[in-house]
């Protein structure tokens, strides 16, 4: 089983600044990785695939980045919508999720 | 545009048995592979299992293998899951999501339903 690690798992942000997400593997998973978003009693959102890839709806302030087991999401100038719980997932071999990120303000 | 909606969750008791539907529309439901993933109380998500998309494979996540039956019904454009077996650690929320893409590797998750609350307690 590949273990998803997360950090931080609270991450206080103030509106306009920049959010740094990171996600570890514990096996490389090649760049089969997404970020879904979370808010509160909602369901999760596609965020970003294959590592680095948006999904639409998200703007370009959304990036990711990395490969291997070392993987990174940056939401430059935070907007109030954007404050969630986000989760990475690998889906290189079988499917397995971080455990969140909280990014609060 | 995709939607898909969840039903059947509520309240039963240990051991018994719950049957989840999901119901998909805005995408040819036929050429996608389909998952269940839950999420407890407070707590991250979990995959439950998948089925591809003529029905043919299924696999399941270690905590339900066993106990959890996923179909589907590509003529009603429909996606179920039995749950059987049932104890207090199956108490979440349950999502049906649609894999990414009609690729091979596609298998992120492009579109989740609203999700449907099953609680497990006597």
């Known amino acids: 089983e590949i273990v998803m690690t997360q950090s931080p798992t609270t991450l206080s942000v103030s509106p306009g600044e920049r959010a740094t997400l990171s996600c570890r593997a514990s096996?490389?998973?090649?760049?089969?990785l997404a970020w879904y978003q979370q808010k509160p009693g909602q369901a999760p959102r596609l965020v970003v695939y294959?590592?680095?890839t948006r999904a639409s709806g998200f703007p370009a302030r959304f990036s990711g980045s990395g490969s291997g087991t070392e993987f990174t999401l940056i939401i430059n100038s935070l907007q109030s919508e954007d404050f969630a719980v986000y989760y990475c997932?690998?889906?290189?071999?079988?499917?397995?999720f971080g455990q969140g990120t909280k990014l609060e303000i | 545009q995709v939607q898909l909606v969840e039903s059947g969750g509520g309240v039963v008791q240990p051991g018994g048995s719950l049957r989840l539907s999901c119901q998909a529309s805005g995408f040819t439901f036929s050429n996608y592979g389909m998952h269940w993933v839950r999420q407890a109380p407070g707590s991250g998500l979990e995959w439950v299992g998948n089925i591809w998309d003529d029905g043919s494979t299924k696999h399941y996540g270690d905590s339900v293998r066993g106990r959890f039956t996923i179909s589907r019904d590509n003529s009603k454009n429909t996606l179920d899951l039995q749950m059987s077996s049932l104890s207090v650690e199956d108490t979440a929320v349950y999502y049906c999501?649609?894999?990414?893409?009609?690729?091979?590797?596609?298998?992120?998750?492009?579109?989740w339903g609203l999700g449907t609350l099953v609680v497990v307690s006597s």
């Open positions: 096996q490389s998973v090649s760049n089969r």
């Open positions: 294959g590592a680095s």
């Open positions: 999501a649609r894999k990414g893409g009609v690729g091979a590797y596609d298998n992120w998750f492009e579109s």
């Open positions: 997932q690998q889906y290189h071999n079988w499917y397995s």
